[in-house]
Structure formats: structure tokens, C-alpha cells
């Protein structure tokens, strides 16, 4: 079935880092990808999304490319600040629009 | 603040215990979703509703489970016997289903800790 492997936490990193969390996918067809992301304390927020092959998600300076060929869709983003401190998920819908999600990635920024 | 809201925030209860969860979701959204999302690891699916209509119940969902949405507006969940595997944040989620796109909006969760 649909699945989605992303890398394992923690990850440490001082603030102005540049940042990259790896994400895999297996899916029938080519769905639609997300990143989700969940502050301490709070909801899941999609935080950007991709729905076809090639095209970049972006938002609040993060990124991420909808790679067929590797199956891939890793998160980057050039200067991580401290309000970036988060779990992040990678994600896909399923049919019926349900949502597989990864693991989950803790972030840590340090000042 | 008009987005998805549950309640309670956390739940302490004894094994066996019954415990009921409350989702609202965003108003004018015809479908609602129930996750479940244990320590590290992302969230899993339970169930979801097209307005009142429960279509689809996930194998996670044992017997002693039971969700509603009566009016296709707020839903509860229900956990009767509880288990000390139970213990997780339960997770809602609401969309307006439309073609070629179906964002899901989530709520804070319910952390449910049975003892």
C-alpha cells in the first residue's frame, strides 16, 4: 500500500542552519504530497504542498520538490530560525483523500 | 476563531473507563476525519464522515470504538473499556471535499492517558 519514509530525529541544528529532511514515498499513481508541521502544544498545519510531478511547494522560506523519478519530496529551507522548533511530516493523501502520514521529524533550533 | 476546535484538550481515566471526545470543524465542511497519533509516530486514520454518512472505518478502529456526526456537523468519538493502548492524542480534522482540492484542517487534539 501507499506508504512514506522520512528521516528520524531529532535533528539539532544552530539557528541560520541550512536545513533538509528527507521524505520517500511509495504510491499507485502520482498523488498529491504535503508537509505538515505541528508547534508545541498545537494542531497540524499543512505547511506546503505539491501536486504534480516537478513542482515546488513553498512557504515561510521552507521548500520542497515533487521528484517522480526518486520518489522523492525533501524539505529545505537556507536560514532555520528558533520559531522553526517543530515536528514535521511528511504526508500523502490516500483515496478518498485520507492521509498517510510519516513518522514525523523533531526539529530543534538552538540560538 | 473559526477553525477546528475539540474538547477536552486531556483526558485522565482509568482502564475501563468509557470516554467521549467532541470535534466542531470549520462550519460549511461536509467531511470530518478522526486520527489517532500515538508517541512518536505521525497520525493514523480512524474514520471518516460525508456529512452524517460514516463511510469508512479503518482496522484500527476496534469494536470498542464508536463515532458519530448526527447533525453532519460536530462529531464525537467514544471509547468504551479503555485500554492502557489507548493512551494517544486523537486527532480531528475537517474539509470541504471539492474537486482537486481537500485540505484538511486539524484541531489541537484530545491527549487521552488511561491508567
Known amino acids: 500500500g501507499d506508504s512514506v519514509t522520512q528521516m528520524e530525529g531529532p535533528v539539532t541544528l544552530s539557528e541560520e542552519a541550512f536545513l533538509t529532511i528527507n521524505c520517500t514515498y511509495t504510491a499507485t499513481g502520482y498523488p498529491s504530497l504535503f508537509w505538515y508541521v505541528q508547534y508545541p502544544g498545537e494542531g497540524l498545519q499543512l505547511l506546503l504542498k505539491?501536486?504534480?510531478?516537478?513542482d515546488k511547494g513553498s512557504n515561510k522560506g521552507f521548500e520542497a520538490t515533487y521528484r517522480k523519478e526518486t520518489t522523492s519530496f525533501h524539505l529545505e529551507k537556507g536560514s532555520v530560525q528558533v520559531s522553526d522548533s517543530a515536528v514535521y511530516f511528511c504526508a500523502l493523501p490516500n483515496r478518498d483523500d485520507k492521509i498517510i502520514f510519516g513518522k514525523g521529524t523533531r526539529l530543534h533550533i538552538l540560538p | 476563531d473559526t477553525g477546528v476546535s475539540q474538547d477536552p484538550r486531556h483526558k485522565i481515566t482509568k482502564r475501563g473507563q468509557n470516554v467521549t471526545f467532541r470535534c466542531d470543524p470549520i462550519s460549511e465542511h461536509n467531511r470530518l476525519y478522526w486520527y489517532r497519533q500515538t508517541l512518536g509516530q505521525g497520525p493514523e486514520f480512524l474514520t471518516y464522515f460525508q456529512n452524517e454518512a460514516q463511510l469508512e472505518k479503518s482496522r484500527l478502529l476496534s469494536d470498542r470504538f464508536s463515532a458519530e456526526r448526527p447533525k453532519g456537523s460536530f462529531s464525537t468519538l467514544e471509547i468504551q473499556r479503555t485500554e492502557q493502548g489507548d493512551s494517544a492524542m486523537y486527532l480531528c480534522?475537517?474539509?470541504?471535499?471539492?474537486?482537486?482540492?481537500?485540505?484538511?484542517?486539524f484541531g489541537p487534539g484530545t491527549r487521552l492517558t488511561v491508567l
Open positions: 480534522a475537517s474539509s470541504l471535499m471539492l474537486a482537486g482540492n481537500n485540505e484538511q484542517f
Open positions: 505539491a501536486t504534480k510531478a516537478d
